[in-house]
């Protein structure tokens, strides 16, 4: 049996965790919107056609920010289309997933159902076929208090009030050659500039996120974030990653160490970002926004089947087995440890479409990745401690991998202390130690533990409780001194508090 310590000091912090990296995403893609979201004729839907069978799940997810309207979704879209009466509002060839857009469901539905689902929403411009003069024009609509076009024309739509939208990103993968209006670096670094400039000068209290690369492997990588923030570092607050993994190859090892690329893909932002910033002699950070992360593959295949130009597809809808869960953890567990710089990140997506969350006709279902993703949020809360991992490593392509992923933290004001874990040994147990001797009055609250014999075990709608947390862990502390098994290909979360006080 593998043996594993963590060591922690209460004094040597990587930062407070900043909720928004327990952020999502929805695009008008596939059923993530309609269907998903938003199905006025199904018995869960609320006056407005909101599914309140979705909004709780979400809720209970504990979502804080949730972007829309994409994605490469957003490269072509007309706001305007998607506002007012809706028996006027066009459909339109939409031509990043290449189905008709009905525009049932806008930008004002989108506000009114994250009030629903408890979060805030996260806007995305369009600077692929549109430009600053378009997103100051929905800027205007959104935060504009009255008595000018866009303003009034809220309000003329039913919202006195302000949407209040603080958080922006400038386009999306602009990278890509895939993007509608793909940009070079220069020409997106300096519409971003502009565009963010124009947004600043109508509502300085928003926060703007620039688009960085589409992916690690993109092979603009770094020489794209270089000359976009040597434009746009003035005006922009955040740069953005993106990343998917996949385990077509079939290794469930190597498809694990993928937190290890995760971890590199982090540090060589932050460098870029910090060597930017040192070149230009400046005083702020550009931190990170991880806005589209999560595991992506399993619906390649059956993608490529689908007609062009129908409505509402079941497109992008992965079915998520436990080593995607395991997965999913270690990607949090990466973030965390990035406190310091990662402040927004969003897994993509919400529902549906490489969701956590399915629906049906009749109802709604988590899939495994959910789990993970629920106990994360809702326990990790506060200030991540530097979390030093003794643990044995296997050979990968990305380099030595840990068998454990490890993160701890600290929640001064609920006196707890949360160990967040993910032991990747698919053959063994592993005992886990941990020094307490500055946590000593804190014993063990909870021991929850994701686990499935099979790494292919998946939830449906038929068998929704396949693969479900248990608080079933034997974590103990004596004399000082936490100690745990882990049983093989599992997630761990065990929370420590300090006795009454919870
Ligand atoms: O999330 C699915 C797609 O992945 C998004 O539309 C795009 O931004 C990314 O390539």
């Known amino acids: 049996m593998k043996k594993a310590t963590i060591h922690i000091d209460k004094n040597f912090t990587v930062g407070e965790v900043d909720k928004r990296i327990y952020g999502s995403f929805i695009e008008h893609l596939g059923r993530a919107v309609y269907e998903g979201i938003y199905q006025p004729e199904s018995p869960f839907a ?12 979400v809720e209970e997810l504990n979502v804080p920010v949730v972007r829309y309207p994409g994605g490469n979704f957003v490269s072509g879209y007309r706001w305007e289309d998607g506002v007012g009466p809706k028996e006027k509002r066009p459909a339109r060839p ?11 469901f806008g930008l004002n ?38 008595g000018t ?45 502009e565009t963010g400039r124009i947004m600043k000068m109508l509502d300085p209290t928003v926060e703007l996120v620039a688009c960085g690369s589409s992916n690690l492997d993109m ?45 590199k893909f982090i540090d060589s932002v932050v460098a870029i970002c910090d060597a930017v910033k040192a070149k230009k002699r400046k005083t702020k950070n550009i931190n990170l926004s991880f806005d589209e992360w999560n595991v992506w593959y399993h619906s390649n295949e059956q993608d490529k089947k689908i007609e062009q130009w129908c409505q509402v597809p079941h ?26 710089r990662v402040k927004i990140a969003c897994m993509a997506q919400l529902v549906n479409v490489i969701a956590p969350i399915m ?15 629920a106990c994360i949020s809702n326990n990790g809360r506060g200030t991540v401690l530097n979390t030093l991992v003794d643990v044995p490593t296997y050979e990968s392509k990305h380099g030595a991998a840990p068998f454990l992923d490890a993160v701890s933290i600290m929640n001064e004001e609920a006196k707890t202390l949360t160990i967040f874990a993910v032991n990747k040994d698919l053959e063994e147990e592993m005992e886990l130690f941990c020094d307490l001797s500055q946590f000593k009055e804190y014993q063990v609250k909870k021991h929850v533990v994701l ?52």
């Open 109 to 146: 539905e989108f506000v009114d159902w994250t009030r629903k689902a408890g979060t805030e929403p996260m806007m995305a411009v369009n600077l692929g076929t549109r430009g600053p003069e378009d997103a100051k024009n929905l800027l205007e609509y959104c935060n504009f208090k009255k």
């Open 219 to 263: 092979p603009t990588f770094g020489e794209w974030e270089d000359k976009v923030l040597s434009e746009c570092y003035d005006v922009v607050d955040y740069i953005s990653l993106h990343q998917y993994y996949g385990n077509q190859a079939g290794n469930t090892p190597e498809f694990l160490a993928n937190s290890v690329a995760m971890d």
């Open 46 to 57: 609320d006056k407005q056609g909101l599914r309140n069978d979705v909004a709780a799940l």
């Open 315 to 340: 497109q992008l809808e992965d079915v998520y087995n436990m080593e995607d869960a395991l997965l999913v953890a270690s990607m949090m567990i990466t973030l965390l440890r990035h406190a310091d």
């Open 94 to 104: 939409e031509l990043a997933w290449c189905v008709i857009e009905s525009n049932q």
């Open 451 to 502: 686990t499935h014999e099979d790494l292919k075990a998946v939830n449906t709608e038929k068998d929704p409780w396949n693969v479900v947390p248990k608080e079933d862990g034997n974590a103990t502390v004596a004399d000082g001194r936490l100690q745990a098994t882990l049983c093989s290909k599992s997630f761990h979360m065990i929370q420590l508090e300090v006795e009454g006080e919870n």
């Open 149 to 193: 076009y866009y303003s009034d024309l809220r309000i003329r739509h039913g919202y006195e009030e302000p949407h209040n939208i603080k958080l922006w990103c400038l386009g999306n993968e602009m990278d890509g050659p895939w993007q509608m209006g793909h940009k070079t670096a220069e020409e997106y670094g300096r519409t971003a500039a």
């Open 359 to 373: 629906t049906s006709d009749t109802g709604a279902w988590r899939q495994t990745i959910y789990y993970p993703f």
